[in-house]
């Protein structure tokens, strides 16, 4: 099973999918047991990755590549697709708070009664595209499980979001699909770009077909590759990251080349793509200003949906930005520091000032998403140790604070059906637990030392404080959004749970404490939040070596 754990993360979900559509009793409780089995099967497989995952390591880990598509393309070579599978200290600690996000939102689906054998197949596929994205290690794997998560989103919006549903789910794929479009043409432009240094080799009879390659030849055939010495229809062009991320491995004179001298209005093609990857993943994660598509899919999404597209779905652009947009173009990504920088900061700022003047209690919690957000893209900009490792940490912490926010905020809409923050007073006295833990998610969301969200933003801005490539003015002026942060949220918590109780739906509603379903997904999220603010080495460690060896290399 080791030999092929991360086959198993996608596979499990995948195939609790179409056991959930082909399932011969139509019973909505066999759906959610299926899908429920096939979320805890994740965590029994993450688990054993986990116990397997070496922190000392800065390579990848517990790899699966196999051969894919193989197609030749006459005088441009042949194209070579891999199924090729690996975590390292970057994409490892998304995979762990993916697994606990799509448990805690398959739980929280436990009511969802209105087509529930679509909603859970739906959720499982969703799940698979997820955790893909994740682990592979070839950009055109990546992006068919990058585009196939907007079908399911796209669906479970649509049909079991609010009243406004189609309009925000017509919005997220329109966004998200553009961006995507942007992604595909610069990877086109990499595969005409690049080769595979291995497979060309064999092509070109340096090493037999199954004969393993010596390290040494890499750079001879790169060599040969500079030095025009192999025929164009001997060339291996490849999607793998790793070759995509070497410089050696370019075409000389090849449009993305590092030596590319190919212009489009005056801006160089490489400094063009690099934008290209940068707004398609800024859709996702997001970033001011393509970010006008989160607010309406949060407010008219259910829960469990809010639920995954703050916990997991956002940290897809987080990613993207240090595995493919930093990892293929360093020199631009160093050149646009600051621009990239500012943009981080708008969010943080402009997020926060939206959250501020928020009546909807779901919207606010979707800004405040762009805001903490925002962070992450200060911390990737700094290119500092601090700064990149400050980005993973947040991402991990604004998943486990925004899955518990938005729980919090359907327990309380299940009762009554209203978000308004000004319809409700003084929820202590009747929801006590209830209370307790909104206070726990407001403070570390807010970045009360003691809890995650304290040590993410800290760390980022650190990092930009500490980076050579940005003013101290843009770290200086994001702080802010940690005096928003506490605006926004202790005066939610002093207007929602203190003063007299009342609700505007009295007469007609009655309100309850937390459910045992309820502290069963939220409870955990608590311990989380608590454990990683105590003991951030747990993070760290994951993502530390990786990170070392990975700025080395963009330097």
Wanted: charge should be negative; proline fraction near 5%.
């Amino acid at each position: 099973m080791i030999d092929h754990i991360l086959t198993f993360l996608i596979a499990i979900p995948l195939l609790g999918a179409a056991a959930v559509a082909f399932w011969p009793v139509d019973s909505q409780h066999n759906f959610r047991l299926i899908a429920l089995v096939a979320l805890l099967l994740e965590v029994v497989v993450t688990a054993g990755s986990y116990l397997s995952f070496n922190i000392t390591d800065a390579g990848l880990q517990l790899s699966e590549v196999r051969d894919w598509i193989t197609l030749p393309i006459g005088s441009l070579g042949v194209v070579s697709i891999d199924y090729a599978l690996a975590v390292d200290g970057i994409s490892f600690p998304l995979v762990l708070l993916a697994v606990v996000v799509m448990l805690v939102g398959v739980v929280s689906s436990w009511n969802i009664n209105h087509k529930s054998r679509a909603y859970f197949a739906l959720y499982l596929l969703l799940t698979g595209s997820i955790m893909g994205c994740f682990l592979a290690q070839d950009f055109f794997l990546f992006y068919l499980f990058f585009e196939f998560m907007l079908l399911p989103m796209y669906f479970l919006i649509g049909l079991w979001g609010g009243p406004r549903r189609e309009y925000a789910a017509l919005k997220f794929f329109i966004y998200t699909f553009l961006g995507s479009l942007l992604i595909l043409i610069v990877m086109i432009g990499l595969y005409l770009s690049v080769i595979d240094p291995v497979e060309t080799a064999r092509a070109v009879g340096l090493i037999g077909p199954e004969d393993a390659i010596h390290p040494d030849m890499i750079p001879q055939i790169q060599q040969w590759l500079f030095d025009g010495k192999i025929a164009p229809e001997q060339l291996i062009h490849t999607f793998r990251f790793s070759y995509l991320a070497d410089p050696g491995n370019y075409i000389p004179g090849s449009i993305l080349s590092a030596t590319s001298e190919f212009f489009i209005a005056d801006i160089p093609v490489r400094l063009l793509a690099f934008w290209f990857l940068f707004v398609g993943f800024a859709v996702k994660l997001p970033v001011v200003p393509v970010h006008t598509w989160l607010p309406d899919a949060h407010v008219e999404a259910p829960t469990p949906i809010s639920v995954v597209l703050a916990g997991i779905l956002l940290k897809i652009g987080g990613y993207g930005f240090i595995r493919i947009v930093d990892g293929f173009f360093p020199a631009e990504a160093l050149y646009s520091a600051i621009p990239l920088a500012i943009l981080g900061m708008i969010s943080i700022v402009y997020g926060g000032f939206n959250a501020l003047g928020q009546s909807d209690l779901k919207k606010m919690i979707a800004y405040s998403s762009v805001s903490h957000m925002g962070f992450v893209l200060l911390g990737i900009a700094a290119f500092t140790p601090e700064g990149f490792n400050g980005a993973i940490y947040q991402m991990v912490s604004h998943g486990i604070l925004s899955a518990m926010l938005f729980l919090l905020t359907g327990v309380i809409y299940d009762r009554t059906h209203d978000r308004r923050i000004d319809h409700y007073r003084g929820l202590i006295s009747v929801m006590p637990q209830y209370t307790v833990i909104t206070g726990i998610a407001y403070f570390a969301s807010l970045g009360l030392p003691g809890f995650s969200g304290f040590v993410g933003e800290l760390f980022t801005l650190m990092g930009a404080f500490q980076s050579e490539a940005l003013p101290v003015w843009i770290p200086a002026l994001s702080t802010l959004g940690i005096v928003l942060a506490a605006g926004y949220f202790l005066w939610t918590y002093q207007r929602m749970f203190f003063s007299t109780f009342w609700y505007k739906n009295a007469t007609t509603q009655v309100l309850t404490d937390l459910t045992r379903r309820e502290k069963f997904m939220l409870v955990p999220l608590v311990i989380l939040t608590i454990l990683v603010g105590i003991l951030p080495g747990l993070l760290f460690d994951l993502s530390g070596a990786t990170i070392e060896v990975w700025l080395e290399g963009l330097k």
